[in-house]
């Protein structure tokens, strides 16, 4: 059965014969027959064991799996971890803590023993049982392709593999390969267990399912085959469409244009959503499809309050024309619109005042009237204005918003209403009001930046004196 393996290993896998390998060993038939024939092939082998602390075996098979390593001539690393009082302490399954902790138990090894990958022995049965269970939790196709040979995970290291050398192998061979080579597994009783979800899959589920269809196994097994190739085309489209919708990665927020993730069809939006979960959560499994919908649904009708939570303490909103995937603790960036500091500053023309390292205020009369007014009317920059200074007089301020503000915007022939809800009325986002600079003459607005000038400081035909005002970046060397 294992005539192609080396093949599948360098190939498939992507390993080297000439770096160590750490081979995760629980002691049962899967993990001592990949160890026993990676060894067979010549690979550099470190045999890890991680005692979860749950049966009262777990000493006896460490054991075994120590002699089993003196057998090969093969380095041994032993860890303990207490499973049940993790769960507990993180409110999750024990087939969640004891898969975190085992898998962070052999990457800390793994990277110990400078190892290429951590070596593991899911065989095709385990496929068709985790993609019995992501059919069950509702998964995409990326559920529904089950484990990949060779992966990177993110979460556990950015530079060592996951391996999973048994994939195309059935279980029966498996045992066939460690009767034939006299290696003696342990046997785990809670891999009997139908209190555990896979376990109830098994013993239960899939023999259901065999009796509509005896192939069952190997259809789902070929059908994994087949939308593990047709995700590495959905997978190149969604990168396409991702680098269209100009991602912004931060600590802890993913954020994108809505416009252009709008136009964007059904299928990329939802792989968009899901990558940008991926990248918030690497740990996160099974990906609920109700969180990916409620996500696309909030970007095309966004709520009034422009925020809603959406799972695994991940929250979305929506500022302007960027949509936020971000952690309800993140701070998210504010570097796309202006903040001034809390004191009001006052200044003359000319003048130049900086806002931090990112924001400046240019303040200068117009040299020439009548070409100031014909650039006011052609402008189409919402962070330049050009103000009648004969109806003002210095010094002006600029400074926050503060109750009872009122604005008479150019437009509305002189109407007020309450800065506040301008402020709403405009879109800017909620984060960024408090902050936002407005400039004044005493009491009266002259310019919200990035919005309209006061009505009664607009250009006329009896204009004699011009002021223009811009709010700019800060250009960085």
């Not at 190997?218 to 100009?246: F, N, P």
């Not at 909030?298 to 909103?317: C, E, N, W």
């Not at 809390?342 to 020439?368: C, H, M, N, Q, T």
Request: proline content about 5%; hydrophobic content about 40%.
């Amino acid at each position: 059965m294992f005539e192609d393996m080396k093949e599948f290993l360098t190939e498939e896998c992507m390993l080297k014969l000439e770096k160590p390998l750490l081979v995760g060993v629980s002691g049962g038939p899967d993990s001592l027959c990949l160890a026993h024939m990676l060894s067979s092939l010549g690979f550099s082998l470190v045999i890890a064991h991680l005692n979860h602390g749950i049966r009262k075996e777990a000493r006896s098979d460490s054991e075994t799996v120590r002699k089993f390593s003196v057998k090969l001539n093969k380095p041994f690393r032993l860890g303990q971890e207490d499973v049940k009082a993790y769960s507990d302490a993180n409110s999750i399954s024990i087939e969640e803590a004891a898969r975190i902790l085992r898998y962070r138990f052999l990457f800390q090894e793994a990277k110990l023993a400078n190892a290429q990958a951590v070596v593991v022995g899911h065989n095709a049965d385990d496929q068709v049982e985790s993609i019995v269970m992501h059919l069950l939790r509702g998964a995409g196709i990326s559920g529904l392709k089950g484990m990949q040979p060779h992966i990177l995970l993110s979460e556990w290291s950015t530079e060592i593999s996951l391996v999973r050398p048994l994939l195309n192998t059935w279980r029966q061979e498996i045992l066939t390969y460690c009767s034939y080579h006299d290696l003696e597994p342990v046997f785990d009783r809670s891999n009997q267990d139908t209190t555990y979800f896979r376990n109830r899959i098994r013993q239960k589920l899939i023999p259901e399912l065999e009796s509509y269809n005896p192939q069952f196994r190997k259809v789902i097994w070929r059908m994994s085959q087949t939308l593990a190739a047709d995700q590495v085309v959905l997978a190149a489209a969604t990168e396409d469409a991702w680098k269209i919708c100009a991602p912004e990665l931060g600590e802890g927020f993913v954020s994108f244009s809505a416009p252009n993730f709008l136009t964007q069809s059904l299928g990329l939006q939802r792989g968009i959503v899901r990558k940008a979960f991926t990248y918030l959560r690497p740990g996160l499994r099974d990906i609920d499809f109700g969180a990916v919908e409620r996500a696309l649904e909030f970007v095309s009708q966004p709520t009034k309050t422009k925020q809603q939570d959406l799972i695994a303490g991940l929250r979305i909103q929506i500022e302007g024309k960027r949509v936020f995937l971000a952690a309800w603790e993140a701070d998210l960036p504010s570097s796309d619109w202006p903040i001034i500091p809390e004191e009001s500053l006052l200044f003359d023309v000319p003048a130049i005042l900086e806002f931090g390292d990112k924001w400046r205020l240019v303040a200068d009369y117009a040299a020439d009237v009548e070409l100031a007014k014909q650039e006011a009317y052609a402008n189409t920059d919402p962070f330049i204005a050009w103000l009648s200074a004969d109806k003002f007089e210095f010094p002006l301020s600029v400074r926050r918003r503060q109750p009872g503000d009122r604005f008479q915007p150019l437009g509305m022939d002189g109407h007020s209403i309450k800065l506040a809800k301008y402020f709403i009325n405009v879109k800017i986002p909620r984060r960024a009001r408090g902050a936002w600079p407005v400039i004044f003459f005493k009491d009266e607005i002259l310019w919200v930046p990035g919005f309209r000038i006061g009505h009664d400081f607009r250009l006329t035909d009896s204009t004699q004196q011009v002021v223009k005002l811009s709010l700019e970046k800060i250009k960085k060397d």
